[in-house]
């Protein structure tokens, strides 16, 4: 038989030489498509969308833009070219050759490393199956479907993986990707944030800037493993999340300018006059701001966790930049600062830096979001509206840690559970401000036309002109 | 006079999003960031574009012709690409200089002390009519040398016929050369820019065209060998061939109007050509007898590497008073424009008290300070501050300084 494998999955890891692996993959392949047709976007399948592809890994290939239908879209598996004479960059097999075979020891806790990251792929996909129906733009609409394939790529990227380095019991759980379902209470995603809803775009763009920042920064940790694959893997996904992020950050950023704009227009910040008008208010943002900002924290894990220990001191998950800070790497005697509740009071404590890692994580997130967050306020500073969005304390609303039985309020004060809850309708979303948002998402797909409640992009994807036709339905 | 753009490769703060793809893909490490802006080192960049598919916003994508390129602290503080600084891509017939032009001619004329308006009688001037994207097409109609044959120095006299296009140009203002093909990194050659050695109604008078005085560059400032790559395109340029244009530019080094102004020039080089422009522009209207006359300080090395020094050796003395100075020449003692203005210090002093006196200064950088330090030793002498003097003059449109 006679097929041709490496056409039918595009790679770079030459497939073709590994007939077991292949055919593997050969199994998988159509029961993912069968995913996509059951879970992915809703009604997309004959759509022929504007889409980036990766044919191949160097930067000038990778970009390549053009109309495709997705379930023609050639997901494939895409690792960044081995870097020569490569050697563990920490842990306590520093300075030796990085491995190319998963270490017997390490077997189970990198195949769920690898299994975490994996499942909130599809996850995602699955939560933003609906948005299609609501879009405020083909622009939009566009990027919405390239996050998706990429989300999709990226689980084929962890699957391959699992495949070929995890024999059976990765097959096994590769399969399992694809019977999880967001959501669902019986089968669920693995992590709580990828089992939320994301029914509209203002979630969905929250959810893009603040949950998929947390997959930049675990694909960064992940992507300094002295399991090369595994880095060499995590490193090309990083170019995809990039556009998500991209995806988040520019749609909060247009609806700001369009919710200023009309604040100036009309000469109020009165939140009722605002969504009378048809725009998102500024407290709403907040509020869908502090949901996904501390849900997304709890995806980090607690704040003292032997199991981040074993990845670093293992070698198997390093700290972000972790070649790029100036220390021994290893991280014996060292200590981080971690704030905690302690009688009714925030304080910091010392401890040990291994034990740390996952906040030490979180924190360098903090930082990045904060910055997200200072352009956000640019744009209203530039729109001349008075008001500034804000990043809740990291104790606010937790699930997960030492947090997760304490009431802190976003500006970081320590409260009892009664006022905490008294005041959470300030804080979070209510109903009636999902029902607003949700009464805003008409549909618009007219080339060049855009929801009432966003600005324009500033530029096109691929530097097409703005009324651009991104979807081209069947 | 001749100057160049850069082309410079910068990442817009407003649409970057910090995912640090760029500085992932960037080889030769031009790209860095802090907490702030990731941006492109200008001296590192190598131009291989590696940087741009990767990037999801288009933030990468963002290039300005530049006088002088930003430095990386510059471009660390900025909230946003300097708002003026949009492309001149728009298409429209946009009048207004573009930014990048506007950063050289800041540059040719940043010792004058800020920016000059042009004199109260200057005409109006167009600016910015054509730019790259839509550049106007001249043809050669001549190109002669204006140095002796065998000097060292191949300065040339070359005559464009713009056809049926409209360019309109005053005395003093410039056009930009377009260099057709890419240089050693793949990138389109930087925008020069030349003074119009013509007057405003052409060399050939009412025939629609204009003449630049270009010298064939073969050392850089430094004085190592390097091939000018316009000058050379334009001193090997033959009749009949095409010439890509921009401009015109500069709404501040224009000439007064006003039959009575004093012009008071000093050039070395090419930076004659503004004043070959004014000055011819007077002797086409000598048979008016509107008066006002012209002194002219003129640097050269040696006289044959002086342009225009024959036709400036037969101009009526009522109409210009001119003072050469030679600094290689083998007959003469070295001399250098400063000298002369100081042997003719009393005129020069006299001049400057004078409020229909305009001052124009053209050539190379390292000639300014000289020229203005005895500026003011002259006035010093005659009882006055050169430095307050020299204020007003320039807030009045009657101090204008270009050199490079």
């Not at chain 1, 494998?5 to 029961?31: F, M």
């Not at chain 1, 948005?131 to 083909?138: E, K, N, T, W, Y």
């Not at chain 1, 595994?230 to 995809?240: D, G, K, P």
């Not at chain 2, 598919?53 to 006088?67: F, K, M, Q, S, Y």
Request: charged fraction near 25%; include cysteine; glycine fraction near 8%.
């Amino acid at each position: 038989m006679s097929i041709d494998y490496a056409s039918k999955i595009p790679n770079n890891v030459d497939l073709g030489s590994n007939k077991t692996l292949q055919r593997a993959l050969e199994h998988w392949q159509p029961r993912y498509l069968d995913w996509w047709r059951e879970m992915g976007p809703e009604g997309s399948l004959a759509h022929e969308v504007y889409l980036r592809t990766a044919i191949s890994v160097d930067p000038k290939g990778w970009a390549h833009f053009d109309y495709v239908k997705m379930p023609d879209y050639r997901w494939g598996i895409f690792l960044t070219p081995p870097e020569e004479g490569r050697t563990h960059a920490f842990g306590t097999h520093k300075g030796q050759p990085v491995w190319n075979e998963v270490p017997g020891e390490y077997r189970t806790h990198l195949r769920r490393v690898i299994v975490t990251q994996g499942d909130t792929e599809p996850a995602s996909v699955e939560q933003q199956r609906q948005l299609g129906a609501i879009c405020p733009s083909l622009y939009d609409l566009r990027n919405l479907y390239q996050v998706n394939v990429e989300e999709g790529r990226h689980l084929w990227a962890m699957v391959y993986l699992l495949h070929a380095y995890f024999g059976r019991d990765g097959r096994e759980e590769a399969d399992e990707m694809l019977q999880r379902r967001s959501g669902d209470a019986d089968k669920p995603r693995i992590l709580g944030a990828f089992n939320e809803k994301t029914p509209d775009w203002l979630s969905f763009f929250m959810f893009t800037f603040l949950t998929d920042r947390d997959g930049k920064y675990q694909l960064a940790a992940l992507a300094e493993s002295g399991f090369d694959p595994l880095a060499r893997s995590t490193r090309f996904m990083l170019t995809e999340e990039a556009h998500h992020l991209f995806v988040g950050e520019s749609g909060i950023g247009r609806i700001l300018q369009r919710t200023a704009e009309v604040m100036k227009e009309l000469r109020t910040d009165d939140p009722a006059a605002l969504r009378a008008a048809g725009v998102i208010d500024l407290p709403t943002i907040q509020r869908y701001l502090n949901f996904h900002f501390s849900v997304t924290l709890d995806l980090y894990g607690s704040e003292v966790s032997s199991n981040a220990s074993i990845f670093y001191t293992s070698g198997l998950k390093g700290r972000f930049d972790e070649t790029k800070i100036a220390d021994d790497h290893v991280l014996t005697g060292s200590h981080y600062d971690l704030s905690v509740v302690e009688g009714g009071k925030l304080v910091t404590q010392s401890e040990n830096a291994l034990l740390t890692l996952n906040e030490r994580l979180r924190d360098d997130y903090i930082v990045d979001c904060q910055a997200g967050v200072d352009r956000w306020n640019r744009i209203l500073e530039k729109g001349g509206a008075a008001q500034r969005l804000r990043l809740p304390h990291k104790g606010f609303h937790r699930k997960i840690g030492s947090f997760a039985k304490t009431f802190v309020s976003p500006e970081g004060e320590v409260l009892t559970e009664k006022t905490w809850n008294e005041r959470a309708s300030a804080w979070l979303p209510s109903d009636a401000d999902h029902a607003f948002v949700q009464s805003l998402m008409g549909r618009v797909a007219e080339p060049g036309k855009y929801a009432h409640w966003i600005a324009p992009p500033s530029r096109g994807i691929d530097q097409k002109p703005e009324s651009f036709e991104y979807v081209r339905f069947a | 006079m001749a100057t160049t753009l850069l082309r410079q490769h910068l990442i817009d703060p407003e649409v970057c999003i910090r995912c640090n793809t760029c500085e992932e893909a960037c080889k030769p490490k031009a790209i860095t960031h802090d907490r702030r802006n990731y941006v492109v080192d200008f001296a590192k960049c190598n131009g291989c574009g590696d940087c741009l598919p990767p990037c999801p916003t288009g933030a990468i994508d963002t290039w300005r012709e530049v006088g002088e390129a930003y430095s990386v602290e510059a471009q660390l503080a900025w909230d946003a690409v300097p708002a003026n600084a949009a492309p001149a891509a728009t298409g429209a017939h946009e009048t207004g200089i573009p930014d990048d032009v506007a950063r050289l001619e800041e540059e040719a004329s940043r010792s004058q002390g800020g920016r000059a308006p042009p004199p109260w009688s200057a005409a109006h001037p167009y600016v910015g009519l054509y730019a790259r994207e839509r550049p106007a097409i001249a043809t050669v109609v001549g190109n002669h040398r204006l140095t002796v044959e065998g000097s060292e120095t191949d300065i040339r006299h070359i005559v464009l016929d713009l056809g049926k296009c409209a360019f309109p140009v005053l005395e003093g203002q410039s056009v930009g050369v377009l260099v057709p093909g890419v240089d050693a990194l793949g990138r389109p050659h930087h925008v020069r820019l030349y003074s119009v050695a013509s007057p405003r109604n052409g060399e050939r008078p009412n025939h629609n065209n204009l003449a630049l005085t270009v010298k064939r560059v073969t050392a850089d400032l430094q004085g190592n060998p390097v091939k000018g790559v316009a000058s050379n395109y334009l001193c090997d340029a033959k009749r009949g061939d095409r010439i890509e244009l921009t401009g015109p530019y500069g709404d501040s080094f224009l000439m007064p109007n006003h039959p009575g102004a004093k012009l008071l020039m000093v050039c070395t080089g090419t930076g004659s050509a503004p004043m070959r422009a004014m000055t011819e522009r007077r002797r086409r209207r000598m048979g008016l007898h509107e008066g006002g006359r012209i002194l002219l300080f003129f640097g050269a090395r040696r006289p044959d590497e002086l342009p225009y020094f024959g036709p400036l050796s037969r101009l009526p003395a009522d109409l210009i008073d001119v003072e050469l100075a030679f600094s290689r020449s083998p007959d003469t003692p070295k001399e250098y424009v400063q000298d002369r203005l100081r042997a003719r210090g009393e005129d020069v002093a006299a001049w400057l008290a004078e409020d229909d006196t305009y001052v124009y200064i053209c050539g190379h950088k390292r000639m300014e300070a000289g020229v203005l330090e005895a500026m003011a030793d002259v006035c010093a002498a005659r009882g006055f501050d050169w430095s307050v003097r020299r204020e007003e003059m320039r807030r009045a449109g009657r101090l204008h300084i270009e050199t490079y």
